[in-house]
Every structure is written in structure tokens, then in C-alpha cells.
């Protein structure tokens, strides 16, 4: 459609079907959209031979018993019923995903929060913690498990040997069942806390006019006042949208686990992410990994939308209606 | 520590009055300060104990208590690291991969969010959207049809599914961050520039491009650190030993034979290091242009 040379409108008067169906009535604003067109083409391209069309492709394939050596085979809701009833790690991998999600995304944000807070004080120095603060986000993914791996190590990790100087015998972490778990939460908070999300509240702290912090001063609002009636409410689109990222950035993980525990012990960190991982690329069960993916996508749009309801609750757009 | 904190506070309230101000302003800001101390402590430790274990000899590594230093550091542990498993070639494939998608990242999403930002044509907002709704979306659910693709093009075991995709506009993240760029950018600029006769292409390259440059260097840069530090596609794609990026490969050097039973933590550790420190040196050089495109997403986000 955009592959008409673009002289052909230029040079007539007349607008052709094609231009009108850009949505130009002037042979200059057809000159436009179909340069417009051009520009978007690659990107067009790419949505559709990377992302639409592969949705379509795992919506079809979810209904399949697909194991790439042979075509699939059309199974109906077979893999759905086979993901509730007959696979006995889909649901504890929901509820490990959930768990871990539940401490992250609320410990993150109040964290992520709390730092920005901090630095939005305008104290001297503040530049220098901030970059202090955003260099665990750098850290791939990998060589955050095995350096966390060695900082958790039961005898001679220094966290365990800092505890021990407290009087605790530091449980086995990454090894033990019951401390798997909440061994990957500290290292992700530890990783993200101070990254993207502190420096996006940042933003949105600044952003605060101080007129009004000013005028509530006057008024004889204290410290906690403030915050509660002018920062929290200015802020609240952009705490509106961490929440939505951390809540998609939690229910993904998977390099940490897969990398540090792999899974286990004994699958108490068998995150949702490994499971479809391992079904549909160590076991190639194209189909049921579809399937998998599928629920994955639902119980995020649904999160996401719950989100998104319930915000209209408590998100304030200074702009008015927007 | 809060009620510690609380307790210091009031204790300096309790002075006596006219001086009370200024001491509770200091004794507030000390209080600040060491909070802030102790908390970049516990972000800066397991860098710390990342490099000395890395610097440390095998038996070292396991002493009780564990020393913070280590006797005499041994740098050449590195270069073992680098003979332990083809860590050279690793490297190597990972400047390839991130090269080459960065390039097409940058070059891509500025010209799609040009698209987004300075034309009118039917359906640009519903491609628009369409564009933000694939930021939502996980991976996990495109990605086994991309690999039936690519393995449909025998690509699998290449670096190519690493890199092309990214040439198709990079991704809806930089294309949105672009285009905020752009919008923020007089349209007069450009409309000047048609009048005296230059082309969309020549608007684009001359005008627009040069006054995007720290949004540029902003996707850039993002783009660099998530290559350089995604696992998942090269997990997927790549299966031999000679494929393999960096990322990928570092956790093999869990599975390394120990030789005589000898711990080989201080390896993995300074192999750590070597995968950590492009993305601390693009950070440190370049700062500004990080927060600047972290800030832009969100604030219109």
C-alpha cells in the first residue's frame, strides 16, 4: 500500500483512492501520509512478523499437541484442561509467582519510594547516592545469581557470618526450602530498588509544584500532612504506573531463579516463567507451552486491569481528565 | 531504628530554645546522612565482595571468618577465568549481538517515532496504541512461534535471532521514547527546513536527528544494557558451547569440573566482573543521558 511512489500525488491534481484512503483530501497532505507510511514501514514489518502475528500463531498452537518434529495436531481445549486438572506443578508455580509478587512489587515500590524521598531532600551529596543507589539495576541477571549465590553461602557467605556475629545461625538460603524463597526476594529488591523505579518517582517528586507545598506549610500542615494531601495525590499517576511495571516485571522472573535455584529445592522457586520455559523448550511441548503462555497473558491483562479499575479510585490527573 | 531515630530527634527538641532549631536541623541531617551511609553500604557490599573474592587464592576463599582483603591479590585469576572456558570468544559474540542491535535500535525507532511524531495519516492511533499495548506484553507468549520462525529459517544456533528483529523498529519502549523526544522538538524547525525544499529524508537526517541527540544516546545505551544483559533469547536460540554471549555463558562456569576438588569461586567471581563492567562504564560516562531517558518514559507514561 505504501509502496506508490509518492511523485505520482505530487504531481497530480487529483487525489487517488489510495491518498483518500490514507485519510489526505489534498495531493500535498497524500504526499505526507504516504511518506508517513514509508517511515512506519519497517515497524510494521516487525509488529507483524514479531509480535502480532506470533500471538495469533501461540493463540492457534495453544489448541494443539505440537512437538515441532511433526505437525500439530488440533487437541481442542485439551491443554487447558490438561494445565488445571492434570499437571501438578501449574498451580503451586502460580502460587510461588504470586508470593513472590506480593512482597516484591509492594516492598519495591514503598522502597523505591522512600529512597527517592530521600534524595529529593536537595541535600548536598544527593547525586552521588543516587548513583550509588541505580548501580545493582545494572547488574545482568546471571552474575546476579552467582555473586548472590556466594554472599548467601551457609557457612562462609558474609551474610551468614554476619548474623552469626549477632547470635543467629543463618539458615542454608538458596539450598533450604523454606529460605529459597525469600533469599530471591532480597536479591531482587536489592537489584531494582534503587533503579528505574526510584529514579521515575524522582521524576514525579519533582515534579510536585512547591507552591503548593508552600501554601499547606502556611497553613500548618506538618511533614506527614504534606505528603499525604499534596505529594502522595500529585504523585499518584506515576506510582500508578511503577505499580503496573512491577506488577508485569514480577510475575516474568526468571533468569534469577532459573540461574540460582533452578526451580528448586524441591520446586519452592518454580516460578510460573520456568515451568512454561521448561515445557515448551527442555520437553518441546510447543503446544501445551502455548497454552501455558496464554493463561500467563490473561492472568496479566487481568491484573492489569484490576489495576487500572481500581486506580480511578485513588490516581489523581492534575491535568483534569485525561 | 525508626524509634531510635525518633528518640534522637525528640532529644534534640528537648534543648533548650533559641539554639533547638539549628541542633535538631544538624542532628536531622546526621541522622540522614548515616541512614544514607548505611543503606549505600548494603548497595556497594556485594560489588565489594564480588572483586575481593575474585582477587583471592582457592583456599582462601573458604577460611573462617572469611577475610575481607585478600592476602596477596591475585590478579592473574582473571586471565585463568578468561582460559577456564572460551570467555574471549563469549565476549566477542556478545560486542557482535549488542553492536549490531543497538545500531538497529537507534537507527529504526527514530525513524518509526518520526512516523508517530510528524505525520498524519489514518490509523496512526491506532498503531500508536497498538505500539504501547506490546509494552504489556510478556514475552513468554510470543516467543515459541519466534522460535518455530527461526527455526523454520535455521537460525537456531546463530546470532541472528539476537539482532534482526531489533532492525523492524526496535521495540515499542524506544519507539515511544523517541517519539515523546521528538514531540517535544517545534514543529516549526521542521516545516522551515520543507519550505526551503528539503526532503522528509533530509528534515529527518539534518534537522531532526542532530537536536535528538542525547534521546538518542539515551536508547542507545538502554538498548546496550539490556542486550548485553539478556538471558532468555540466547538460552532459547543458542546450544553450542562457540554461540554463546556472555551472559549465557557465565553460568557455565558454575558447572566447570573442579579440578583436584578445588573451589572455583574466585573464577566465577572475576568473571562476574568481567560481565558487569561494560554496563558500569557506559553508566558512569554517561549518566545524564540514563536518567534522562528513564525520566521520559515515565513521566508521560
Known amino acids: ?322 | 531504628m525508626a524509634r531510635q531515630q525518633a528518640f534522637l530527634v525528640e532529644l534534640a527538641g528537648a534543648r533548650p530554645a533559641g539554639r533547638s532549631h539549628a541542633i535538631a536541623w544538624s542532628v536531622g541531617n546526621v541522622l540522614f546522612y548515616l541512614a544514607i551511609a548505611l543503606l549505600s553500604v548494603i548497595f556497594l557490599f556485594p560489588f565489594f565482595w564480588t572483586v575481593t573474592s575474585s582477587l583471592k587464592q582457592p583456599f582462601e576463599l573458604f577460611e573462617y571468618p572469611p577475610k575481607l582483603f585478600p592476602s596477596v591479590p591475585q590478579v592473574q585469576n582473571y586471565l585463568t577465568a578468561l582460559n577456564t572456558e572460551p570467555l574471549l570468544l563469549w565476549v566477542w559474540n556478545s560486542v557482535i549481538v549488542v553492536t549490531l542491535s543497538t545500531i538497529g535500535v537507534v537507527v529504526s525507532s527514530s525513524v518509526v517515532a518520526y512516523s508517530f511524531a510528524r505525520f498524519e495519516y489514518r490509523g496512526r492511533e491506532l498503531f500508536f496504541i497498538l505500539t504501547l499495548a506490546t509494552m504489556m506484553l510478556p514475552a513468554q507468549v510470543t516467543l515459541i512461534p519466534q522460535f518455530i520462525l527461526f527455526n523454520a529459517l535455521g537460525w537456531i544456533n546463530t546470532l541472528l535471532p539476537l539482532w534482526v528483529p531489533f532492525l523492524f523498529g526496535g521495540g515499542a519502549f524506544y519507539i515511544f521514547l523517541m517519539r515523546q523526544f521528538l514531540l517535544s522538538l517545534p514543529a516549526d524547525l521542521d516545516e522551515a527546513a520543507l519550505i526551503d525544499g528539503a526532503s522528509y529524508l533530509q528534515v529527518f537526517w539534518l534537522v531532526l536527528l542532530p537536536l535528538c541527540q542525547p534521546a538518542l544516546a539515551a536508547v542507545a545505551i538502554i538498548s546496550f544494557v539490556s542486550t548485553w544483559n539478556d538471558f532468555l533469547s540466547p538460552l532459547i536460540y543458542l546450544n553450542s558451547q562457540e554461540k554463546f554471549t556472555l551472559a549465557l555463558g557465565l553460568q557455565f562456569f558454575q558447572n566447570v569440573p573442579e579440578e583436584g576438588g578445588m573451589p572455583l569461586q574466585h573464577l566465577l567471581m572475576a568473571a562476574s566482573v568481567m560481565a558487569m563492567i561494560p554496563c558500569l562504564v557506559l553508566f558512569f560516562s554517561f549518566q545524564r543521558y540514563f536518567v534522562e531517558g528513564v525520566v521520559l518514559s515515565g513521566i508521560k507514561g
Open chain 1, 1 to 322: 500500500m505504501a509502496q506508490a511512489p509518492p511523485r505520482i500525488a505530487g504531481r497530480t491534481r487529483e487525489v487517488s483512492w489510495l491518498a483518500r484512503a490514507a485519510g489526505a483530501n489534498s495531493p500535498l497532505k497524500a504526499h505526507k501520509a504516504l511518506w508517513g507510511y514509508i517511515f512506519l514501514s519497517p515497524w510494521l514489518v516487525g509488529l507483524v512478523v514479531f509480535i502480532v502475528g506470533p500471538i495469533i500463531a501461540s493463540f492457534y498452537l495453544s489448541f494443539t499437541d505440537y512437538q515441532v518434529m511433526s505437525p500439530p495436531n488440533w487437541v481442542g481445549l485439551a491443554n487447558y484442561e490438561k494445565a488445571f486438572t492434570g499437571d501438578n506443578l501449574f498451580w503451586p508455580s502460580i502460587w510461588v509467582t504470586l508470593k513472590y509478587a506480593l512482597v516484591v512489587v509492594p516492598v519495591g515500590l514503598l522502597g523505591s519510594l522512600l529512597l527517592a524521598m530521600a534524595l529529593n531532600q536537595g541535600k548536598r551529596g544527593t547525586y552521588s547516592f543516587r548513583t550509588i543507589f541505580y548501580l545493582p539495576s545494572l547488574v545482568p541477571a546471571v552474575a546476579l545469581a552467582l555473586v548472590w549465590t556466594w554472599l548467601f553461602h551457609p557457612e562462609v557467605g558474609p551474610i551468614n557470618v554476619a548474623l552469626s556475629y549477632a547470635g543467629i545461625k543463618g539458615p542454608a538460603w538458596i539450598a533450604d526450602d523454606h529460605w529459597a524463597l525469600p533469599a530471591l526476594i532480597i536479591i531482587s529488591l536489592w537489584s531494582s530498588v534503587g533503579g528505574n523505579t526510584m529514579l521515575i518517582f524522582l521524576a514525579g517528586l519533582q515534579g510536585v509544584p512547591s507552591a503548593l507545598l508552600d501554601a499547606a506549610a502556611i497553613d500548618g500542615a506538618g511533614r506527614w500532612a504534606k505528603f499525604r494531601h499534596i505529594t502522595l495525590p500529585m504523585i499518584s499517576p506515576t506510582v500508578l504506573f511503577n505499580l503496573i511495571l512491577g506488577v508485569i516485571g514480577a510475575l516474568k522472573v526468571f533468569t534469577l531463579a532459573f540461574v540460582a535455584t533452578k526451580g528448586g529445592p524441591n520446586y519452592a522457586t518454580w516460578f510460573f516463567a520456568l515451568h512454561i520455559y521448561q515445557q515448551a523448550f527442555s520437553y518441546f511441548r510447543m503446544g501445551y507451552g502455548s497454552a501455558l503462555a496464554w493463561l500467563f497473558v490473561i492472568m496479566l491483562l487481568a491484573f492489569t486491569y484490576l489495576q487500572l479499575r481500581v486506580s480511578q479510585r485513588w490516581v489523581y490527573y492534575a491535568g483534569g481528565e485525561s
